[in-house]
């Protein structure tokens, strides 16, 4: 089966702006994380929503914000762009059981650069 | 706060020889702890996982200990080869259920022929 898709791969844009990127998890797949990777950071849990609700939320400011749709998909939004805000964006799947954390299932990410 | 401490940032060995990299998590109520396998370029995949209630997992080459008293999990890999060269990440669960994981800042592991 399909495995997770991210789009945009790569994309550039500069302080101030607004980005937007998506996430179609594997087939099946209620649960969609969202993951920031930096360089000697590892990755930074972003948020997760399951069945369109935000289940967890990680330490990041109100400028990331997510949603995700009634077929799972999911889109992650960051506002008033940062140099800091380049990354690595990776999507992650999962069944998402309640109570009972699994296997993630990945994408190839969206990374992103703030100029 | 939820924090999960890795070591070493790199290994270089050479090939046929044994790896381990170790984590400590902070949270106790953590249940679940998973080791990612990032490639250059390519997407994390898991490789092996062990839950709170196993104390040992073994898969082939690669084999999870968790000492739950100290806050301890560690990965081994044994006859290590070149394509085991990659980054390896640990996490740990975030306590009350869902997908909410903790994750180590990664050891870049080279394996050289």
């Known amino acids: 089966k399909a495995g997770v898709t991210q789009t945009p791969r790569y994309l550039i844009k500069t302080r101030g702006q607004q980005v937007t990127l998506s996430c179609s998890p594997i087939?099946?797949?209620?649960?969609v994380s969202w993951y920031q990777q930096t360089p000697g950071q590892g990755l930074q849990f972003l948020f997760e929503y399951f069945s369109e609700t935000q289940r967890n939320k990680g330490n990041f400011p109100g400028r990331f914000s997510g949603r995700q749709f009634s077929n799972s998909r999911s889109e992650m939004n960051v506002s008033t762009l940062e140099l800091g805000d380049s990354a690595l964006y990776l999507c992650?799947?999962?069944?998402?059981?309640?109570?009972?954390?699994?296997?993630?299932?990945f994408g190839e990410g969206s990374r992103l650069t703030v100029l | 706060g939820e924090n999960v401490e890795q070591h070493p940032s790199t290994l270089s060995v050479q090939e046929g020889d044994s790896a381990v990299i170790k984590c400590t998590y902070s949270d106790s109520a953590s249940n679940y702890f998973p080791w990612y396998k990032q490639e250059l370029g390519k997407r994390p995949q898991l490789i092996i996982d062990?839950?709170?209630?196993?104390g040992e997992k073994k898969d082939q080459r690669i084999a999870v200990t968790l000492n739950k008293t100290a806050k301890h999990f560690s990965l081994h890999i044994t006859e290590t080869q070149p394509e085991d060269s990659a980054v390896y990440f640990c996490?740990?669960?975030?306590?009350?259920?869902?997908?909410?994981?903790?994750f180590g800042a990664g050891t870049r592991l080279a394996v050289h022929p």
């Open positions: 087939s099946g797949h209620r649960s």
């Open positions: 992650a799947s999962s069944f998402g059981d309640r109570g009972r954390t699994g296997e993630l299932f």
């Open positions: 062990i839950r709170s209630n196993v």
């Open positions: 996490a740990a669960s975030a306590p009350g259920g869902y997908n909410k994981l903790i």
